[in-house]
């Protein structure tokens, strides 16, 4: 089973039509947005999200619902490693809703926000992955990613940005534009984070890699996973990296979670050698 690119958007050039003034002659209304069918399959008791293809999308073990099955997905939450209280986290692509539940339960007094364009994404993780219903902390909003970045409210609020953002063809991330990135920055608060899910056989990780660079200080990539997956971290402010305190704060993490933070230290450190 192929498990090389996660996570929901359609194609940018599918956003929007050209823009016409809605007073000019000839003017014409905004293409209505098209999705693939979201399928799922499953094996050895993991539920798989598709687009139509064998492509994964996101993947839910039956057993721990709230447990991050793939391991991309837990390095996206490298950010623990710098910010163990965040006052809001924000996911961009909802997937299986892997990281919103987990952010949401791990964290008990964080603002979890989840951005998803596709409601049939947003209906099948109520149905079929548990995820849990809006309340005070948690919003899961159906709208473009690229008008949440880019509104000026979301601006300096948000203490981790992880984003998800693949279509049905897996080509590489839907929106990836130097512009794109300087508006995830500008939604980061003072010594925000963002991580972002890449495809490292793919020309769109050099293009990510180069707009990311233009809009962050300090850019950051863990080695390949499932057979083309690259997470990089994105810092807001180049942090000092003292590896030791980082491997103490990792042991801690996987004490309380399990997840295998040493090794996301393991790859920072490599990474910045390079």
């Given at each position: 089973m192929l498990i090389k690119r996660k996570?929901?958007?359609?194609?940018?050039?599918?956003?929007?039509?050209?823009?016409?003034?809605?007073?000019?002659?000839?003017?014409k209304?905004?293409?209505?947005?098209?999705?693939?069918?979201?399928?799922?399959?499953?094996?050895?008791?993991?539920?798989f999200l598709h687009f139509g293809t064998e492509w994964v999308q996101g993947a839910m073990r039956l057993r721990k619902p709230d447990w991050i099955?793939?391991?991309?997905?837990?390095?996206?939450?490298?950010w623990m490693l710098f910010?163990?209280?965040?006052?809001?986290?924000?996911?961009?692509?909802?997937?299986?809703?892997?990281?919103?539940?987990?952010?949401?339960r791990q964290f008990s007094d964080t603002r979890v926000t989840a951005i998803e364009l596709n409601p049939s994404v947003i209906a099948v993780c109520e149905s079929m992955f548990k995820?849990?219903?809006?309340?005070?902390?948690?919003?899961?909003?159906?709208?473009?990613?690229?008008?949440?970045?880019?509104?000026?409210?979301?601006?300096?609020?948000?203490?981790?940005?992880?984003?998800?953002?693949?279509?049905?063809?897996?080509?590489?991330?839907?929106?990836?534009?130097?512009?794109?990135y300087q508006d995830c920055a500008a939604c980061l608060a003072p010594g925000g984070m963002m991580t972002v899910n890449l495809f490292g056989d793919h020309p769109s990780y050099a293009k990510n890699l180069k707009a990311m660079r233009f809009a962050f200080d300090q850019v950051l990539c863990l080695p390949e996973v499932h057979e083309g997956n690259i997470v990089a971290i994105a810092f807001k402010t180049r942090p000092e990296l003292d590896f030791a305190a980082l491997y103490a704060r990792a042991a801690q993490i996987t004490?309380?979670?399990?997840?295998?933070?040493?090794?996301?230290?393991?790859?920072?450190?490599?990474?910045?050698?390079?």
């Open positions: 996570s929901i958007e359609k194609e940018e050039s599918q956003r929007t039509g050209p823009r016409v003034s809605s007073s000019g002659a000839g003017a209304p905004a293409r209505k947005a098209k999705f693939a069918p979201v399928t799922l399959s499953e094996q050895k008791g993991v539920r099955e793939l391991e991309y997905a837990q390095q996206m939450m490298m910010n163990d209280q965040p006052r809001h986290v924000v996911q961009l692509g909802l997937g299986t809703g892997a990281l919103t539940k987990y952010c949401y995820l849990p219903g809006n309340d005070d902390r948690l919003n899961v909003m159906e709208m473009d990613a690229l008008d949440f970045v880019g509104d000026s409210d979301n601006h300096d609020s948000i203490d981790a940005l992880q984003v998800d953002l693949y279509d049905a063809t897996a080509r590489g991330p839907v929106l990836d534009t130097p512009e794109f004490a309380a979670t399990k997840l295998p933070a040493k090794s996301w230290v393991n790859g920072l450190k490599s990474a910045q050698l390079l």
